[in-house]
């Protein structure tokens, strides 16, 4: 399916009683939103870290065992909006700000005014809730590298912290990380919900083209492995 398809999504009321789209739709229009974010101009000589083969997470829907081994899985939390992230390893410490979709129906990304900007999908449950929260940001501008440049240097094991307005902190561990062309994203493989509370940090990666923008995107897969 081509990125360039448009993908449309009724929004509806949060209020209750909600009513989300399937994760199939959203999937779809979050795939053609972030093919939108071009996130800067791909001058630098280096470019932004991409993943090992190593950190990759498999090819099934069945995740990968903890880095750190079995053990107690935290219950799913109640809905609370996040308001901040920290990926301590990257040295990322961000806050965050609900993105939804466009007037044309195209997900929405953070504002690229703030570099340290991360962008949370209220379209889909908050970090800690059961099903897979999505949280993306922009790789770089032209200015220099953005909230997420060094997200492709994630490793599995490593921590994802989401701070939420009820005062917790929802703690993710990595499973895997991996870069997808944009032309062959796996929606639902991405962000299909497990049953368990997951998050997915993307940014994007990959390929750059002056044109087109980056070819791929970079998708940290974590589950939660604790609360404080």
Not at 12 to 40: C, D, H, S
Not at 87 to 97: G, K, L, W, Y
Request: hydrophobic share 35%; proline share 11%.
């Amino acid at each position: 399916m081509s990125v360039s398809e448009r993908y449309q999504i009724a929004q509806e009321e949060r209020e209750t009683p909600k009513k989300r789209a399937p994760w199939g739709v959203i999937a779809l229009v979050l795939l053609t939103g972030l093919a939108l974010i071009r996130n800067g101009s791909g001058e630098f000589d280096e470019g932004p870290p991409q993943p090992a083969t190593a950190a990759a997470p498999g090819t099934g829907n069945t995740p990968s065992p903890l880095a750190t081994g079995p053990g107690p899985v935290p219950q799913a939390l109640p809905r609370s909006v996040p308001d901040r992230i920290r990926i301590p390893v990257i040295q990322v410490d961000a806050p965050v700000t609900p993105v939804g979709v466009d007037a044309d129906g195209w997900v929405a990304a953070p504002p690229p005014e703030d570099p340290n900007l991360a962008g949370w999908f209220n379209g889909a449950v908050t970090p800690g809730e059961k099903g897979t929260a999505v949280v993306d940001g922009h790789v770089d501008n032209s200015a220099g590298p953005a909230v997420f440049y060094g997200l492709g240097a994630v490793k599995k094991g490593n921590h994802v912290e989401i701070h939420r307005q009820d005062g917790r902190t929802a703690v993710f561990e990595v499973y895997g990380v991996e870069v997808f062309e944009k032309d062959d994203f796996p929606g639902d493989r991405v962000y299909g919900s497990k049953g368990t509370p997951e998050l997915r940090v993307i940014t994007c990666g990959g390929g750059y083209n002056k044109v087109t923008g980056y070819q791929g995107n970079v998708v940290v897969f974590a589950r939660l492995a604790g609360v404080r």
